[in-house]
């Protein structure tokens, strides 16, 4: 499975930005969809995740600002970011959990910068 992911840039405090990510064709089925993300000097950290029944989970820090949606018809997963703050600036990465009889697996997708001006 490879993962495309769009989105980002820069924006200032207060705003939105929408990324998204979508998986190429493969023989797994793709079970969770989930955007981490990595601040400068800070370790990776999950943001939101959601699975194929669409429960969804959310870090704290982005409770009613973040929202993780997916469209299982094109495997593609988006995170809508609302009321951005300065500590939301991170390099963001998309990422699946596989699923083929009883081999799992998971893939990264290609991090997109997400810049946070005050």
């Known amino acids: 499975v490879q993962l495309q992911a769009s989105g980002g840039g820069l924006v200032q405090v207060g705003g939105s930005s929408?990324?998204?990510c979508a998986a190429s064709?493969?023989?797994?089925?793709?079970?969770?969809m989930s955007w981490y993300r990595q601040?400068?000097?800070?370790?990776?950290?999950?943001v939101a995740s959601v699975d194929n029944h669409g429960t969804t989970n959310y870090a704290d820090s982005v409770k009613g600002r973040f929202s993780i949606s997916r469209d299982n018809a094109k495997n593609k997963v988006t995170l809508q970011?609302?009321?951005?703050?300065?500590?939301?600036?991170?390099?963001?990465?998309?990422?699946?959990?596989?699923?083929?009889?009883?081999?799992?697996?998971?893939q990264w997708g290609e991090g997109t910068l997400v810049t946070v001006s005050s």
């Open 39 to 46: 601040a400068p000097g800070k370790q990776r950290m999950l």
């Open 18 to 20: 929408k990324l998204s």
């Open 81 to 106: 970011m609302n009321s951005l703050l300065p500590e939301d600036t991170a390099v963001y990465y998309c990422h699946v959990l596989l699923i083929s009889g009883d081999i799992a697996g998971y």
């Open 25 to 32: 064709e493969s023989s797994f089925t793709i079970t969770e």
